[in-house]
């Protein structure tokens, strides 16, 4: 049993895992749980046997008395919140996870002191819940398997080849400002290549008007289907951005208070990311709702010809 919750990328991040679980241990009936929302990752997995969610209005012990009927020679949680350890309580048994640096992580952001060492990526630290299966990292990309009907809903967005942006981000400090997104627009449609937004419905707005292809609310497995097909991927440090390395497509990703010493760059993909040497980075683990100091440099700066031209290049 492997459980991860969520993020959207946090979850993409676990495949290499499961893959190499699988190479190892080729006859493992692997039970990956997660929230509903990101059952669509993972439903067509070879490597996973099933996908147990927890519902949006669902109970966390009647998820537990469910999972209890099961025995279960190895149990991982690869979030390690409180939720996780929650259900550790109610399917008792001997559990692994994974060290989340939260100390290091901390004095980065605080202090400027880089404890960190050599930088571990997310996708191989969860590595170490598995310690006792004998897997490792084989060096490959995360992996997100689609269905024929999300490629339908993919075909209906674009048929051809295109260009793909994901302006949003969970939270504000890590999206890019909407008049720089417009710009790039402008200087993508000089390629003649098709130009689709993605993201959920409450992100369409922030392309408004520059007419590029709506592929907004779709859901995430036509999403994924669609970014296979696209040259290039432009998205912040988001879950989409992670969903577009699992796919195989090249990545130019805008990160601004996140640095790589937290694991979350693009995992072993073609990308290009632009981010500012600013001394006020990072700010926080995860993004804020404003910029602590008032100005947001770490994203304004990146400008929009500078992105263009990373669109060549990758």
């Known amino acids: 049993m492997v459980v991860r919750f969520g993020s959207l990328g946090d979850v993409i991040l676990t495949t290499p895992l499961l893959r190499a679980i699988r190479r190892t241990h080729s006859d493992a009936a692997i039970t990956f749980v997660t929230k509903h929302a990101y059952a669509p990752l993972l439903a067509h997995n070879p490597h996973v046997r099933e996908v147990v969610t927890l519902d949006p209005d669902g109970s ?21 919140s409180l939720r996780s350890v929650l259900l550790r309580a109610l399917v008792p048994g001997t559990w692994r996870s994974y060290a989340k640096r939260r100390l290091r992580r901390t004095l980065l952001i605080r202090s400027g002191m880089d404890r960190y060492g050599p930088t571990v990526p997310v996708a191989e630290r969860y590595f ?15 992996e997100v398997f689609t269905g024929p009907d999300a490629e339908e809903r993919a075909r209906a967005v674009c048929d051809g080849v295109c260009i793909v942006l994901a302006p949003g981000a969970a939270h504000a400090t890590k999206r890019w400002p909407g008049t720089h997104w417009h ?20 992100e369409r707005s922030i ?29 912040n440090d988001s879950g989409l951005m992670h969903l577009a390395t699992a796919v195989g497509t090249p990545v130019v990703a805008l990160y601004g208070p996140t640095v790589a010493q937290f694991g979350f760059f693009p995992y072993q993909a073609r990308a290009v990311v632009l981010e ?39």
């Open 128 to 142: 170490e819940a598995a310690r006792d299966l004998d897997v490792h990292p084989d060096g490959r990309a995360a």
């Open 276 to 314: 500012r040497p600013l001394r006020c980075r990072p700010c926080s683990p995860y993004g804020s709702p404003h910029c602590p100091l008032g100005h947001h440099r770490c994203m304004f700066d990146i400008e929009p010809a500078a992105v263009a031209t990373a669109v060549v290049s990758v």
């Open 60 to 80: 966390l012990r009647t998820l537990g008395r469910h999972l209890r009927c099961t025995t279960w020679d190895h149990r991982l949680d690869l979030h390690g």
């Open 207 to 235: 392309l408004k008007g520059t007419g590029v292809v709506d592929g907004f609310g779709i859901g995430i497995d036509a999403t994924a289907a669609l970014m296979r097909r696209a040259r290039v991927v432009v998205a």
């Open 183 to 202: 710009e790039l627009v402008r200087l993508l449609r000089e390629s003649e290549v098709a130009v689709v937004g993605v993201g959920m419905d409450a």
